[in-house]
């Protein structure tokens, strides 16, 4: 990331608030007490839900409602995650997948912050994103909005992009609470996850996001979570999420809540998009009956004006009219990203290409090869008029010798396509095929496998790009092809990013934030998804149970976590990614401090090509007495280093990441005993380790 963008980021972070001080302090809570004590129950019920029915402009399902006589303003939301939507052309940046892949901490903070930017000028008060489930396996169709597979790394991407937004004085909302890890169904089936798997995997970016980014907002899945729907869930809301010192707003969902008791006691305070349940004719006779305290009311009322006092928006309006809407910085910010999310997973001497000669050109062809591919449902933008930069675009602006030619896939010129330097091949998916609602198939689209078959037949010089949210299935194709980049969903630049990194002036950066396993079924979570059931067997839960259900069998085991333990190989490692340079990890030193270790080593950039690498560290436990994975991801570094130089680093490792979740005790417990600690360029490809011992 260049250096006026990192400058001007830290002046944003600067004026963060400390993370354990919540922005929601007493003052705020005593103001919103004070506005509630002036209420009527009307009043009440009418602040806790949305309305869509268009009579006024904030009756549009994307607002909590104003109320004049108390000079509370309407406050507009608008989805997420990959720029502002909702009745707005916006800056369009990568998807979540792809930040997470960039391994970079500063591009989650940049993209969130861009988010901030374009929110304010245009007067949204409350941002729906990140959505932050993890990653179980490659059919679900929302994994291009989310971060992987790893609790930490999700963690890390989550709390750097709500700093980002909410350092723009805008609110992020972390979705969708909780186990929303597939869209198959997603109403009705239950995600069933034992205590410790919820604590270890799933609950981890959600609980950081509050105690380390003091994320305004919540917002509750559709699924049933053991048997209950996440927004009526008191276990989840009260029992977990305000445990751990949540002050703001938790939200449904659009359209997840069924029962009024059940929802206007479960604690979510904000029911979206419309007043279902949570209505003043439904809510009244519940309070006139005494089966309802109206106390349960006020608390929803007072977390909701008590966020909104925080945000100044009781008091100052919403809308920055000096921030243009097609902001410069918010492009460069999404630039800067879509250089470092791209993973290159092969590379056998093809890349990066070489400019054209004696009359030979690059051909580009495939169906994503002149659009900006998105992923569908509420994450798809609407992008501004004439920024979106297509793959043939870059490369046709790319100049310096290189010349560019894009072809009809459907209708290739295979004679000339046999001539070309090189073929650039854009498939994968799109709006249609991935997205919000549906899961997708682990195939590439119809057509799609036989067309890459062909044309690297007819040109071995073929680079596949990819555009997904996650693995595909490649076995028909990738021994005859040189090289292969996954592109996710990389935004408006994505084109002028793709451009550079083919051409060799940026080295690809990003790493797999999931492991790629090259089968569908090696997954350890494959057994355990929805949709492999029989049929038989899942009428026979729907009619015997109150929902359908999805164990989570593989417990703690997902992703890199079940390759040691259930004995399965991948394709390629979690962490994994190639560079057009190649580095030396060396000089492992390991102290002990008060809390924890510090690990310091060395990398040296060996090639003659500036380049970055992702140096992971991995506490990997020796004989542990409790069952725990092989190795997990507790730290890591992206460094930039300029040919043959060399950089030394200290990572630091506290205690806490030798604990593992206690369902005994219900808390995090250190687990003395021996352990190597591992860094690597990827949990498989483990360069330097040290062994300490944990008291
Ligand atoms: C999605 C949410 C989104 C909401 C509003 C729902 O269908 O699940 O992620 O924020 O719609 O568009």
Redesign the pocket.
């Known amino acids: 990331m260049n250096k006026l963008l990192l400058s001007i980021m830290s002046l944003a972070m600067s004026a963060l608030p400390a993370a354990a001080q919540s922005r929601i302090n007493d003052e705020a809570v005593q103001r919103a007490r004070q506005i509630v004590s002036k209420m009527t129950l009307e009043e009440k019920c009418r602040l806790i839900h949305g309305d869509e029915s268009r009579e006024t402009p904030d009756c549009d399902g994307?607002h909590i409602l104003g109320n004049e006589r108390l000079g509370i303003p309407a406050v507009r939301m608008a989805?997420?995650p990959q720029g502002v939507r909702?009745n707005t052309h916006s800056t369009y940046y990568p998807c979540g997948i792809s930040l997470a892949a960039s391994w970079n901490r500063d591009v989650a903070t940049g993209v969130g912050t861009g988010i901030g930017y374009d929110a304010r000028s245009r007067g949204v008060g409350i941002m729906?994103?990140p959505?932050v489930n993890i990653y179980r396996t490659a059919l679900n169709g929302r994994n291009f909005e989310y971060y992987g597979e790893d609790p930490y790394l999700a963690s890390e991407t989550a709390v750097n992009y709500i700093k980002g937004i909410q350092s723009r004085g805008v609110m992020a909302?972390i979705?969708?609470f909780a186990f929303n890890n597939q869209e198959y169904d997603r109403h009705s089936v239950s995600s069933n996850v034992d205590e410790r798997t919820a604590n270890e995997i799933y609950f981890p970016t959600f609980r950081k996001a509050v105690e380390q980014a003091d994320v305004a907002c919540v917002?509750t899945s559709?699924n049933p979570v053991n048997g209950t729907h996440a927004a009526e869930n008191p276990w989840l809301i009260d029992g977990n999420l305000r445990s751990w010192g949540f002050r703001g707003i938790v939200m449904s969902?659009?359209?997840s809540t069924y029962s009024t008791i059940d929802c206007v006691t479960g604690g979510v305070d904000l029911e979206?998009?419309r007043d279902y349940v949570m209505n003043y004719e439904l809510v009244k006779p519940l309070v006139d009956n005494g089966v309802l305290d109206e106390a349960v009311l006020d608390r929803k009322c007072v977390n909701i004006l008590s966020t909104l006092c925080a945000y100044g928006f009781l008091d100052n309006p919403m809308q920055d009219p000096d921030i243009p809407e097609d902001y410069e910085l918010s492009r460069q910010y999404a630039l800067a990203a879509a250089l470092e999310g791209p993973v290159m997973l092969k590379n056998e001497k093809l890349l990066p290409l070489k400019p054209f000669s004696k009359g030979k050109d690059i051909v580009v062809l495939g169906p994503n090869a002149d659009i900006v591919p998105f992923g569908g449902?509420?994450?798809k933008m609407s992008p501004i008029e004439g920024r979106n930069i297509s793959l043939y675009r870059g490369l046709s602006e790319l100049g310096k010798g290189y010349k560019t030619t894009l072809m009809d896939w459907k209708n290739p010129d295979w004679t000339r396509l046999g001539k070309a330097t090189a073929v650039v091949l854009a498939v994968g998916f799109n709006h249609d095929t991935e997205g919000?609602?549906f899961d997708r198939s682990y195939a590439l689209p119809e057509g799609q496998d036989e067309l890459i078959r062909r044309v690297a037949a007819t040109n071995p010089n073929t680079v596949v790009v990819v555009y997904s949210g996650g693995e595909v299935d490649v076995t028909g194709w990738l021994d005859k092809v040189p090289a292969l980049i996954m592109a996710w969903y990389p935004g408006q630049e994505g084109g002028t990013a793709m451009a550079s990194i083919l051409s060799g002036k940026t080295s690809p950066s990003g790493r797999l934030p999931f492991t790629f396993w090259g089968s569908l079924e090696k997954n350890p979570a494959y057994a355990n998804y929805y949709v492999n059931k029989d049929k038989a067997e899942y009428a026979n839960e729907k009619r015997f149970w109150k929902y359908p259900f999805v164990e989570y069998r593989e417990g703690i085991f997902v992703g890199y976590r079940g390759v040691e333990h259930f004995g399965v190989q991948p394709l390629f490692p979690f962490g994994y990614g190639l560079g057009y340079s190649q580095f030396e990890y060396k000089d492992i030193v390991v102290a002990e401090g008060l809390d924890g270790f510090s690990v310091t080593f060395t990398l040296k950039n060996k090639s003659l090509v500036k380049a970055s690498e992702v140096a992971q560290l991995y506490v990997a436990p020796v004989d542990s007495k409790v069952l725990k994975p092989a190795r997990e991801l507790k730290e890591y570094a992206k460094l930039y280093i300029e040919p043959l130089k060399s950089q030394t680093i200290t990572l630091h490792l506290p205690k806490s990441c030798f604990s593992h979740y206690d369902t005994a005790t219900s808390s995090w417990v250190v687990d003395p005993g021996k352990y190597m600690i591992q860094v690597g360029a990827s949990s498989l490809d483990i360069r330097l380790e040290a062994s300490v011992t944990v008291k």
């Open positions: 994307f989805d997420g909702n729906l994103c959505g909302t979705k969708h917002m559709y969902d659009w359209t979206m998009p449902g509420s994450g919000e609602n």
